[in-house]
């Protein structure tokens, strides 16, 4: 059960650093409240008592969204749904609704903010690999001004980011990718609802004769302490035939970095299949020719 | 705490409210406004059945704090109905047979009527997928899909309006499709489970477990609790002034921990106080020390001599042995072709029925102490409660609340004791309302079990002799055990005419969980051993698998090993139709891989994945 003698929402940035300043050393921030609700229970905190809970989801700045052809500005608080709702940003992030989807449930969705899964900081996120693969930038703010730094950073281990006290993170800008085809790969205990125990996010974009891959850009969680870009395969990839040898040899490189707790043989076998029907979904979602894809590689993995 | 004012429209009217700021919009709706018809299964956001509107949009609120969702228009289940009409997917729901316990229907009438309004023309994998978090536990979902499928075609004028009423051309009901009676109350949020009732002057009951698998109760201290503000009685095993002990055949349980615990959540005191926080606060301040004494997990380590023993009363830790003798199995092996033995193993099981236990007690105007909680054995706990707390029998009453989900886990009487006690001290009527977690910590769960089979056949086939030896692990108390190990050792050899069959099945005490009765109650088991034995014998003999079944089939006259008589036998009727149905490719059951001819066969489902809302889409992305 949680217990606060407050529930503050703050209407502004200033505001919301007024109360955390009053409370020091006796808040908590939340957003969507999906994650600390169910954390507040028994087998995890048990009953909790934080004197004030500090809810930043109605700060305007938390909720604007800017996309054009170049870059994307997400605020913290907006919600995973709008991933699926939003038709200019499901373009620019072309992995991410096929992330929301797998995200929670429909409900949840509509509640659970991208930034909360960010601070969250789970070593399965499942939006983390998405704004990786984006190159994301987080922006945090305090009372004492503001600073960025890369999101890669800013994960810094299981539940533990880069944020200071009294810092919150107002924003997450990441590049578009509309020429790029998306996928997102989970596994989990259920389909709905679930912790990945493996998600994958790849984008791929082709070369004019849809045939060999221009970049590729790809991010992992699940299989360690924090989400992980994979820029070896990455590189290997870039100017890539879309042959079958190539995708298989890609698919080889990130097994090795599997460092979970539990589960590794299987990760492994995951991570593998993983990087194939991630790399062929995107491409073939980025315009691949009806015949530049192995048929027998499309049909085992896609 | 200082309270808020919340405001906010609810199902249509304005509501303007002191709450508190740590309340849930759930806990708001149910407590401060009696709207009951949205339950909590979990607390934890994984089951749905809270699911309400908010501002239009469908969510879980036991994950939202009022203090959220000020000035929004919320609507509960209780919305659908309002002027007692169903709506359409209701009516869709009660005509298709989409509601047996119904506890966790109201949130999925919601969650139906949330994908309808976000895709009319959602089909059936898109509904699945929209209505994917929101659990049920009896349906097995598939009528669900029906009703939400029907209430579809009828909104878009597929189907005529008068799809959704009763057909009811033909006499007589047995053999015919009946609406239940009690769907309309389900699917409308209307019917109250014990934990949605309420009575004046009520006090809310929480209970203090055991962190410990196996102690000793040195010492323990209420006075703490007796005095705070807010608690009416505080009770222990101190308190139970007849003969403690309740079971399905032995006795063993005390209410609380009497002496000792054996295992972890068990019962140690509960306490009765006029809100839940302060229940809380006062099992908080109960004081307890334990001498934690070695304890055993494991149902063959706790059979060996010289291992902890948890009851006085069974020095070895058998909670029950069965044995049953037919023929001579040693002959049987002896003129045998083939003997296999292998071992199988199943684990514990927990019901997860959507409703947590709970229950509310009182003592009547006559005097007569009244529990009323889903108690699927009322009969039999009126008697026990009647000796424990030492009253004649027509002073203790049972009530039976509609049961959301039991599948033999309500069985037990883990708490009515308790709130007998409680009613009895207060003088007051008192409710208890398990968390999810304490409901799997505390209550029984399926027997885990190790079984060794050993086979003797004929190289055509013939079964000739069968011994059994299961070891179950019961857990730290009795319960149903005993009936479980004679159904698993009646049932064990399976409906198969063996002529020399030997079958011990053992309930062991641990320290773990208790276990108890559970759907099948103990074949599960046992038949999991047979007929995964009778697979592998059949790949060992070159036998199709239905065919070394048919071989040793029992037919109509049949005597069992137990010498029943059985005037028909409907085995190989059930072999014929299953063999049909699934598609079975005769011969013996090795792998085929690639070779299987039935992979793309319409009628076989293929592998779970999620984007249907995505389908037309690749569609597009295909054709450009």
């Keep these: ?302 | 705490m200082p309270d808020l004012r919340f405001e906010a429209t609810v199902n249509g009217r304005k509501v303007s409210r002191p709450a508190k700021p740590h309340q849930r919009l759930l806990d708001f709706l149910r407590d401060d406004l009696n709207l009951t018809g949205n339950k909590e299964g979990c607390g934890a956001g994984e089951c749905g059945t809270c699911s309400v509107f908010v501002d239009g949009v469908l969510m879980k609120s036991c994950l939202l704090p009022v203090a959220k969702v000020q000035g929004a228009v919320i609507e509960s289940v209780e919305a659908l109905a309002k002027t007692g009409e169903l709506s359409m997917l209701q009516k869709a729901f009660h005509k298709a047979g989409a509601s047996q316990c119904g506890y966790c229907i109201p949130g999925m009438v919601m969650a139906a009527t949330a994908a309808l309004r976000a895709n009319p023309f959602a089909d059936r994998e898109e509904i699945k997928e929209r209505l994917g978090g929101n659990i049920c536990r009896c349906t097995g979902y598939q009528k669900i899909f029906d009703a939400v499928e029907l209430a579809r075609d009828v909104q878009n004028g597929r189907l005529p309006a008068s799809a959704l009423l009763e057909v009811d051309t033909e006499e007589g009901v047995i053999g015919k499709s009946v609406r239940r009676i009690d769907t309309p109350s389900k699917v409308a949020g209307r019917l109250k489970y014990a934990g949605d009732m309420l009575m004046p002057g009520m006090l809310h009951v929480q209970v203090l477990r055991s962190p410990h698998a196996h102690a000793r109760i040195v010492s323990l201290d209420t006075s703490a609790a007796e005095t705070m503000d807010g608690v009416e009685g505080v009770i222990t095993s101190a308190d139970v002034p007849g003969q403690d002990g309740f079971g399905v055949f032995v006795n063993d349980q005390p209410v609380m921990a009497r002496g000792k615990v054996r295992y972890v959540g068990e019962a140690v005191a509960a306490v009765a106080a006029v809100d839940l926080l302060t229940a809380k606060r006062a099992v908080a301040a109960i004081k307890v020390v334990y001498e934690p004494l070695a304890a055993v997990f494991d149902a063959d380590e706790a059979m060996r001599p010289g291992a902890p023993v948890l009851h006085n009363y069974a020095p070895d830790n058998v909670t029950k042995h069965i044995p049953i003798r037919v023929g001579d199995v040693e002959k049987g092996f002896a003129s045998s072709d083939l003997v296999v033995e292998e071992t199988y193993s199943t684990q514990a099981i927990e019901h997860a029925y959507l409703e947590p236990e709970a229950g509310l007690a009182y003592v009547d105007h006559d005097d007569v102490v009244t529990i009323v909680s889903p108690d699927q054995n009322i009969t039999h706990h009126r008697h026990m409660l009647a000796r424990i707390i030492a009253k004649p029998i027509s002073k203790v009453r049972f009530i039976m609340s509609p049961v959301g989900g039991g599948f033999g886990g309500k069985e037990d009487m883990i708490y009515q004791g308790m709130l007998a006690l409680l009613a009895m001290k207060t003088r007051a009527p008192v409710r208890l309302v398990f968390t999810r977690e304490e409901s799997i910590i505390s209550t029984a769960k399926r027997h885990p079990s190790r079984t060794t089979l050993r086979m003797g056949l004929t190289r055509d086939g013939r079964i000739l002799a069968s011994h059994m030896t299961m070891i179950c692990d019961g857990g730290a108390y009795g319960l149903s055990t005993e009936g479980v190990m004679r159904k698993a050792a009646i049932l064990g050899a399976g409906p198969y005419a063996i002529p020399n069959v030997r079958v011990d099945t053992y309930g062991i005490y641990t320290n773990n969980t208790p276990s108890g009765a559970f759907r099948s109650f103990g074949a599960l088991q046992t038949q999991f051993a047979t007929e995964s034995h009778l697979d592998i014998c059949a790949e060992r003999l070159g036998l199709d698998p239905f065919e070394i079944r048919r071989i040793n089939a029992m037919r109509d006259g049949a005597v069992t090993h137990t010498k029943q008589k059985l005037g028909s036998v409907s085995l190989t009727r059930t072999l014929d139709a299953a063999e049909k149905a699934s598609g079975w490719e005769r011969g013996a059951p090795v792998s085929r891989g690639s070779t299987r001819k039935d992979l793309d066969r319409a009628d076989i489902r293929p592998p779970v994945s999620l984007g249907a809302r995505f389908a037309s889409v690749d569609k597009q992305e295909a054709a450009e």
């Design chain 1, 1 to 302: 059960m949680l217990l606060c003698d407050d529930y503050l929402t703050p209407a502004s940035l200033a505001e919301a650093f007024a109360a955390m300043a009053q409370n020091r050393g006796r808040y908590r921030v939340v957003a969507g409240c999906t994650d600390t609700f169910p954390w507040a229970r028994e087998g995890r905190a048990g009953d909790v008592e934080i004197p004030a809970l500090i809810d930043v989801s109605k700060i305007p700045e938390l909720n604007a969204l800017r996309v054009d052809d170049k870059r994307v500005r997400l605020g913290a608080a907006t919600p995973i749904q709008r991933f699926l709702d939003d038709a200019a940003l499901a373009r620019a992030l072309p992995a991410m609704p096929r992330c929301a989807v797998w995200f929670a449930d429909d409900q949840i969705r509509a509640q659970a903010t991208i930034g909360g899964n960010i601070v969250n900081a789970s070593p399965a996120a499942d939006a983390t690999p998405c704004l990786l693969a984006h190159e994301a930038v987080v922006e945090l703010a305090s009372a004492r001004g503001k600073r960025t730094m890369p999101l890669q950073d800013f994960v810094t281990g299981p539940n533990e980011t880069a944020l200071l006290d009294g810092e919150l993170l107002v924003a997450i800008e990441c590049d578009a990718l509309p020429a790029y085809g998306g996928s997102f790969e989970k596994v989990g205990h259920r389909r709905s609802l679930v912790i990945s125990l493996v998600c994958l996010a790849a984008l791929v974009k082709l070369g004019r004769d849809g045939r060999h891959i221009e970049d590729a850009r790809l991010a992992i969680a699940g299989i360690g302490p924090r989400p992980l870009r994979l820029t070896e395969a990455e590189t290997f990839l870039k100017g890539a035939a879309l042959t079958a040898a190539k995708l298989e040899q890609a698919a080889e490189m990130p097994v090795a970095l599997v460092a979970s707790r539990t589960r590794q043989e299987y990760r492994r076998d995951v991570v593998r299949g993983f990087m194939l029907r991630g790399l062929i979904n995107a491409a073939r979602r980025a315009g691949a020719g009806e015949d530049a894809l192995a048929p027998e590689l499309e049909a085992a993995y896609a």
